[in-house]
């Protein structure tokens, strides 16, 4: 059984009343979720890429100091795989607006991708 796979496109308009899609993350624990980032139907060239990060509320997840937890080289383009149960600290919460950072040398302050879900993170640590 494969993994889902959710596609992420560039221009997204949310509306207060839709309801997201609930990505779950569990701490302490590999859960495997794939992301296909796409600008205008087109998949995302992720190669000049040097390092990516996300924010959930007060908390930063960076891929240059939590390792294993980004993985955007996997062999299709715009895809990135993500571990974030995987030795992380992040706080058990229902988090609605988790940005994406990716950071490159033609875009040193990084551009900012609005994840168009919600992400319910749960700590299963022992």
Do not use: C
Not at 68 to 92: A, C, M, N, S
């Amino acid at each position: 059984m494969s993994d889902p796979i959710t596609v992420v496109p560039s221009s997204i308009i949310f509306h207060t009343n839709e309801e997201l899609e609930t990505l779950k993350v569990f701490l302490g624990r590999e859960k495997l979720i794939k992301l296909d980032l796409e600008e205008d139907g087109v998949a995302v060239n992720l190669s000049t890429v040097t390092r990516m990060k996300m924010l959930f509320g007060d908390t930063w997840v960076d891929s240059q100091t939590d390792t294993g937890v980004f993985d955007w080289d996997v062999g299709v383009t715009g895809r990135i795989h993500l571990q974030l149960g995987k030795k992380l600290t992040i706080p058990e919460n229902l988090y609605n607006d988790v940005p994406l950072v990716l950071i490159s040398p033609a875009k040193p302050m990084g551009d900012v991708w609005e994840l168009p879900f919600q992400w319910h993170v749960i700590d299963l640590q022992d």
